[in-house]
């Protein structure tokens, strides 16, 4: 697809298959009576006004009006989208704006479609462009590669989108392209999260990882196989992948951009989640290959980091391996020993994700000087039941990384809630055998035990935060801009944070 920006003082004459114009909300008569509809209405002989009079379109939220201009002005249709009444939009609602654009364009088969670029509001002209770029990238997503048929609803045939604006600045096509990328990405993350789990392999991830560096001067990767795992003494990932077949991987990326900063992002990289022995019952298993998109989320921010090169350093980690049972899976009362040295007593199997992500920490307190650590994970369905399926939990040590990841949240529309790292519960975590273990005795706060967990291997005095996503990773509904499977959750918000930080 294509993104331009077309500057235009009437917009009659902008040709376009579809013509989208945000209308804040009024009433019919004040909606009519606003520049860009009373000349659309000029030019249509007034079938605009009595339409919206009709339909008493009064520009609410989440409403839309069609209409066909029967060759009075250059677009062929118009599409009204009601934005409500609040002057300032959230992000989110953007982006869902730039999706509803997306299926109305497919709905009438539309090739070019325009999108007049409101002026009121106190976001700029570009901010308003790359949260509608991002929504019409996924309104248009779809994932259906195992489809011997496209469906002829889900058949996208757009190519253009053009920007009507009143003045061009150099600023917009910087900001479209930036949008384009991480969506792009979003994307990317969306379909490896989507492809089944026998696909999206421990290797499979690791091949990405490899791609990228070889695509790219500015990122570099180290695969660690299993070998060289027992050689470090990850025994927290290496217990966790005795019960598969998979070959386990430790994926270390680096990017250097410059600047003075040095960021790492961790994800958990579970390409499937059965359980292990403590096995999950069949219905809870259904959605486990999305036991991976904390590691999706981390290779498709070293994507967008190799495209718009921001002047900081970033290290990304990903602990993969599938969790399965089988004659050689850890077994509940087994004591793993991770790469720092602490014992481990693994009491459910299905709490793997804290456990692979020990080493992941281990490792970046051995070998990375971190001015902060951010890890994502599909760690707990306790978070799930806290913050339902829309928001991540987040858990921070430290006042100015939790600031900055709020206000990336905010910018990014993708949402967040603190939890508390309550110090008195991480007794519930003494194990009578070993230095700790991976379920408390208790399964409330489960979202904050297994936050507490990961801090035992978190290197000393670094700003750390862990996002459980294990809500909105995947969507269970159905939505504008994002259909059912992965959800690509967490990129856009990383890479506002990392952005931040560079200098
Ligand atoms: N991958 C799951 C968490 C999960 C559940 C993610 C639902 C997305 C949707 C994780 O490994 C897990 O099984 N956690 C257990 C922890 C428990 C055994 C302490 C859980 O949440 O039940
Ligand atoms: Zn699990
Ligand atoms: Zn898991």
Redesign the pocket.
């Known amino acids: 697809m294509k993104f331009t920006i077309q500057p235009t003082t009437y917009i009659t004459t902008v040709s376009a298959d579809v013509l989208a114009l945000f209308i804040p909300e009024s009433d019919p008569d004040t909606v009519i009576a606003s520049a860009d509809i009373a000349l659309l209405d000029r030019s249509l002989g007034g079938v605009l006004s009595s339409v919206i009079r009709d339909e008493h379109f009064s520009g609410a939220s989440g409403k839309t009006l069609s209409l066909h201009s029967h060759g009075k002005i250059s677009a062929t249709h118009i599409v009204l989208i009601g934005v409500g009444k609040k002057p300032e939009r959230m992000a989110d609602e953007l982006i869902t704006d730039g999706a509803i654009i997306a299926k109305n364009a497919a709905r009438h088969h539309a090739r070019n479609v325009a999108i007049v670029v409101p002026t009121v509001g106190p976001d700029s002209q570009e901010q308003l462009m790359s949260l509608l770029t991002e929504g019409v990238l996924f309104g248009n997503y779809t994932f259906n590669k195992h489809k011997k048929k496209e469906d002829e609803d889900t058949k996208h045939l757009f190519e253009n989108v053009i920007f009507v604006v009143s003045h061009e600045i150099p600023q917009m096509t910087v900001a479209l392209k930036e949008a384009e990328a991480i969506a792009q990405a979003v994307c990317d993350a969306r379909d490896l999260i989507n492809e089944p789990p026998s696909i999206t392999t421990p290797e499979h991830l690791s091949g990405i990882a490899q791609g990228l560096a070889k695509s790219s001067k500015s990122v570099s990767v180290s695969v660690i196989n299993k070998k060289e795992m027992e050689s470090l003494g990850m025994g927290a990932l290496l217990g966790i992948a005795k019960g598969a077949t998979e070959e386990p991987k430790f994926i270390h990326l680096t990017y250097k951009g410059g600047g003075s900063k040095t960021v790492t992002v961790v994800g958990k990289g579970?390409t499937f989640?059965t359980?292990g022995l403590?096995l999950?019952p069949p219905a809870?298993m259904e959605?486990?290959k999305?036991?991976m998109s904390g590691a999706a989320a981390v290779l498709s921010v070293f994507t967008v980091l190799a495209q718009l090169k921001p002047k900081i350093t970033v290290h990304g980690l990903i602990s993969a391996t599938e969790n399965m049972p089988g004659p050689h899976a850890v077994k509940p009362g087994d004591i793993v020993t991770a790469m720092n040295g602490k014992t481990i007593e693994i009491l459910?199997t299905?709490?793997?994700?804290r456990v692979v992500l020990a080493d992941a920490m281990s490792y970046a307190a051995k070998n990375i000087k971190s001015d902060a650590i951010i890890d994502l994970a599909?760690?707990?369905?306790?978070c799930?039941v806290a913050l339902g399926e829309d928001v991540a939990g987040l858990f921070v040590n430290d006042p100015v990384l939790r600031d900055a990841l709020v206000t990336s949240a905010k910018r990014t529309g993708e949402r967040i809630w603190e939890l508390p790292l309550v110090e008195e519960y991480k007794d519930l975590l003494k194990s009578p055998v070993a230095d700790i273990k991976n379920?408390a005795k208790t399964?409330y706060g489960?979202a904050i035990e297994?936050a507490l967990f990961i801090g035992a291997f978190v290197p000393e005095n670094t700003p750390w935060a862990h996002l459980d996503i294990?809500g909105p990773?995947?969507a269970e509904k159905e939505s504008p801009a994002t259909p059912l499977g992965g959800t690509g959750f967490g990129i856009r918000l990383l890479y506002d944070y990392i952005r931040s930080q560079s200098n």
């Open positions: 579970i989640d359980g403590s999950k809870s959605t486990m999305l036991d459910n299905d709490a793997e994700g599909t760690l707990t369905g306790a799930m379920i399964r489960g297994g294990a990773a995947f």
